[in-house]
């Protein structure tokens, strides 16, 4: 499984001459699976890119949507493959008592947002709510659980091989808990992100921040060191970035990361902040998720 | 691997954890997973000390008790209607704390639906304004 980050950013899309090398576009991470299918996770700004990328045109594309909020769907109308018929689009998501999957996206892919409407989209689109529990997209098991963000919002575990991706980039886990005393089947999203060979988890705000943003949705970097060291995972990559951290800054908190998960025990190298375009090869458990580039 | 909790049941746990106001937690399967500090006090026992207790135990660990004394049967009360019916019920009782003391109280309890259908539910305590008895 290798894995690509196009889009590191949350809330807003960050562009300019500070934000150059963690990036400005939103959340999207390519997946290339075992057998060369691919999926996209989120569908931020980031996706455009992803989508310019794609050489050769895949015949079938999923994109798993962690939940709905703008800086999760807001490439999908510049997503070139969405515009050519040949292409088959699978889009998950998570379901609503309010609307469908297709209800709610076509409110931003409609006028007067979108100058396009979901049924003038050229390519085979469907819309499927993910289901409760583990499904197969070709080599690979996907499993989906409601983490703790604002509304309905997923996380994924995809499994393929050996090798293990968990993705969390909106998740607020400490709300109200204590990652570092609660049992482990009571913490949000822990369950998904157990022993991955790579977690990708929201780190959005410095710790001194997060006080100003309680529920908001989104983690601490103490948070999503606790959270990291209690799931195990080989490799984290902090994501989901604060759109008023400069590379400057991350750079500072991609310091203050990595002292503090030496601290608490954890792996040299076991820790990093996301980089757009960075990539990862992803082997087996056993050893370290070594990045490709 | 690890079962995570649904996401109901460990957001519900955070809210009790954070009020004063004595709250139960059953899971689907009428599984007592959780009370908060203040439902600790009333019954003389906090959760931590306790652990979770299974469907067929935690109505009798506690009474409940109907005005007469009599133990009030599992089926009535209002956590077990709530979790099986899907259901709000409320009730007022007495409960025997772990030293024996007796207390009447008021019991509102709700279940917690989603997408996936029922996954438990919650039920909130109140010192009883009056004796009416066991009730829905």
Redesign the interface.
């Known amino acids: 499984m290798k894995v690509k980050l196009w889009g590191t950013r949350g809330s807003i899309p960050s562009p300019g001459p500070e934000t150059i090398r963690y990036g400005g576009n939103t959340s999207c991470v390519g997946v290339t699976l075992s057998d060369g299918s691919m999926l996209a996770l989120d569908a931020g700004t980031g996706i455009r890119s992803l989508g310019l990328a794609l050489a050769a045109e895949p015949a079938r594309l999923h994109i798993l949507l962690t939940h709905l909020h703008l800086d999760h769907i807001q490439g999908l109308v510049f997503f070139a493959p969405a515009f050519r018929p040949q292409t088959e689009i699978v889009i998950w998501g998570p379901?609503?008592?309010e609307a469908s999957l297709r209800d709610r996206i076509a409110r931003y892919i409609s006028a007067p947002l979108s100058p396009v409407e979901v049924r003038e989209l050229p390519c085979d689109v469907s819309f499927r709510h993910c289901p409760?529990a583990e499904w197969e997209i070709g080599p690979a098991r996907i499993r989906a659980?409601?983490?703790?963000h604002r509304g309905?919002t997923l996380g994924y575990r995809i499994d393929d091989g050996d090798s293990s991706l968990a993705y969390i980039p909106d998740h607020e886990p400490a709300?109200?808990?204590d990652l570092d005393a609660l049992e482990?089947?009571?913490?949000?999203?822990?369950?998904?992100a157990?022993?991955a060979s790579l977690l990708i988890h929201d780190g959005q705000y410095a710790d001194n921040e997060y006080p100003d943003h309680i529920g908001w949705g989104h983690s601490s970097l103490s948070h999503a060191i606790s959270f990291a060291r209690r799931a195990n995972a080989e490799r984290t990559v902090l994501f989901h970035h604060d759109p008023m951290h400069s590379d400057e800054r991350l750079d500072q908190l991609a310091d203050e990361a990595r002292e503090r998960w030496a601290v608490a025990g954890g792996r040299e190298g076991g820790i990093e902040l996301a980089a757009e375009r960075a990539e990862y090869e992803l082997p087996a458990r056993t050893a370290s998720a070594a990045p490709a580039s | 691997m690890t079962q995570q909790k649904p996401l109901e049941l460990i957001l519900a746990r955070n809210l009790m954890s954070a009020l004063s106001t004595p709250a139960f937690l059953v899971d689907e399967g009428g599984v007592l997973v959780f009370y908060n500090e203040a439902a600790g006090m009333l019954l003389g026992k906090r959760f931590e000390e306790l652990g979770k207790v299974g469907a067929d135990e935690w109505g009798s660990l506690f009474g409940p008790f109907d005005e007469n004394g009599e133990p009030i049967p599992y089926d009535d009360l209002p956590l077990v209607v709530a979790v099986r019916n899907g259901r709000p019920a409320h009730a007022d009782f007495e409960i025997s704390s772990i030293d024996g003391a007796r207390h009447r109280i008021e019991a509102s309890a709700f279940p917690i639906l989603t997408a996936h259908g029922s996954q438990g539910a919650i039920a909130v305590f109140w010192p009883a304004a009056s004796s009416n008895g066991a009730g829905h």
């Open positions: 379901a609503s008592p409760e659980a409601s983490v703790a309905p709300l109200g808990a482990e089947d009571w913490i949000s999203g822990l369950g998904l157990r022993d």
